[in-house]
């Protein structure tokens, strides 16, 4: 059974940083691109950064030179590290794994005030 557990999220003030992880297990990691969206309230889901199996990044524009992800292979987690937040990264975040398919996390909530 394939299972992808978000932690990290949470309150925070604009300006602060947080550092999202996802937890896989019941694939192989490694062979997964890895992948974070959010979706605002009232807005449709949308990506925010992926990291392919060779760890190469790619961001969204709204969030380059603020977000930086990557992955441990060998603790099979991806992480988000997020800093000078702002009031619109305000989401919940979910986590992906892309192979043939699509798994995703339940996703955690990042709430950031201004």
């Known amino acids: 059974q394939v299972q992808l557990v978000e932690s990290g999220g949470g309150l925070v003030q604009a300006g602060g940083s947080l550092r999202l992880s996802c937890a896989a297990s019941?694939?192989?990691?490694?062979?997964?691109?890895m992948a974070w969206y959010r979706q605002a309230p009232g807005k449709q889901r949308e990506p925010v950064a992926s990291?392919?199996?060779?760890?190469?990044?790619n961001y969204a524009d709204s969030v380059k030179g603020r977000f930086t992800i990557s992955r441990d292979n060998a603790e099979n987690t991806v992480y988000l590290q997020m800093n000078s937040l702002k009031p619109e990264d305000t989401a919940v975040y979910y986590c992906?794994?892309?192979?043939?398919?699509?798994?995703w996390g339940k996703g955690t909530l990042v709430t950031v005030s201004s």
């Open positions: 019941g694939i192989i990691f490694s062979v997964y691109t």
């Open positions: 990291i392919s199996t060779g760890s190469r990044a």
């Open positions: 992906a794994a892309t192979n043939r398919g699509v798994y």
